[in-house]
């Protein structure tokens, strides 16, 4: 049976912040419901069918960069029919609030979550956190973590000097260290740019025999927006409810960057950096027969200066 999907006609495009969360109130509440949560976050839930993607995202995110202005998955609801249930803060957030705990705990004791056949938690940055972190309230969902940090807590990360002003919230408590969050999680995938150097140990303290480290060599610290444009990000969600994602396609999926300009300009860099001049100049070449570039252009003449200049010799 084709799982009932939703019609949401709204535009969310171009408005104001408070009249983005006025509609986002008013679609939510038709479909489902929608709850403020404290002072700093919020909740909506549409209701469709049996599958249900769980999203953490950062409203000003939201309204920037996803596509329509919408919750992630907004798209889902409307095109695949599934559940959705969005997370969202106001500002920056780790989702590090009693009224977001507290959300989850009533949940757990209404049974919420049993009344799905397949649970996916996602999440970007803090929302990774967030998603790896409250998994534990629907045991057998997947998680996927795009970059996530394992806890900000100073006595266990107190060798990440980023997001001082966040280590004030208590990361210690409930929900508190994502890498014991995800026991009950059927699988997990770390996403994360090796290359990171922070990043790739927070990724490290995922270590659970149900965990798949996802490595994304040069695409930087907004994965997210990298998948986004790679035209990956929508296949690996739908991947994921269905069950049938792991490394060999995530790295099928990850050929795309070879065509992405902002991966060949890392890669370039980095190939610049460590010494491997002839391959970035192969690069730039291959990218210069896709497409006038102005950077490759460049990039291109340097090398070819370096490497047709006459060495020097003193006299």
């Not at 490595?215 to 991947?239: E, N, T, W």
Request: with cysteine.
């Amino acid at each position: 049976m084709q799982d009932p999907q939703l019609t949401i006609d709204t535009d969310l495009t171009d408005l104001e912040a408070n009249a983005w969360f006025a509609q986002v109130d008013d679609i939510c509440d038709e479909h489902g419901f929608f709850e403020q949560l404290g002072a700093e976050h919020c909740v909506g839930f549409l209701e469709a069918g049996n599958n249900l993607l769980v999203t953490f995202e950062n409203a000003q995110t939201v309204r920037a960069h996803n596509t329509d202005a919408e919750p992630r998955g907004f798209a889902y609801a409307r095109h695949d029919g599934w559940s959705h249930l969005a997370l969202m803060s106001f500002g920056e957030s780790w989702f590090r609030d009693d009224a977001v705990f507290d959300f989850f705990d009533r949940m757990i004791d209404d049974g919420f979550f049993d009344d799905f056949e397949r649970i996916v938690f996602h999440g970007a940055d803090g929302g990774g956190y967030a998603a790896a972190a409250f998994s534990v309230a629907a045991p057998g969902a997947t998680v996927i973590a795009l970059r996530p940090q394992a806890t900000l807590d100073a006595g266990m990360a107190g060798w990440d000097p980023r997001y001082k002003m966040h280590r004030r919230a208590n990361f210690t408590g409930r929900y508190g260290y994502a890498p014991e969050m995800i026991d009950g999680a059927r699988k997990v995938f770390i996403a994360y740019d090796p290359i990171q150097r922070l990043d790739a140990i927070h990724a490290a303290l995922f270590r659970k025999p149900h965990v798949t480290p996802l490595p994304c060599p040069l695409l930087g610290s907004q994965l997210d927006r990298a998948f986004d444009r790679l035209g990956i990000h929508d296949v690996m969600i739908k991947l994921a409810m269905d069950g049938s994602l792991d490394a060999r396609r995530f790295a099928q999926l990850l050929r795309a960057r070879r065509y992405d300009q902002t991966y060949a300009r890392n890669l370039v860099h980095r190939l610049i950096s460590t010494n491997h001049k002839s391959l970035a100049r192969i690069i730039c070449t291959y990218m210069l027969q896709r497409g006038k570039d102005a950077f490759f252009a460049k990039k291109l003449q340097e090398l070819s200066g370096a490497r047709s200049a006459p060495s020097q010799i003193d006299s």
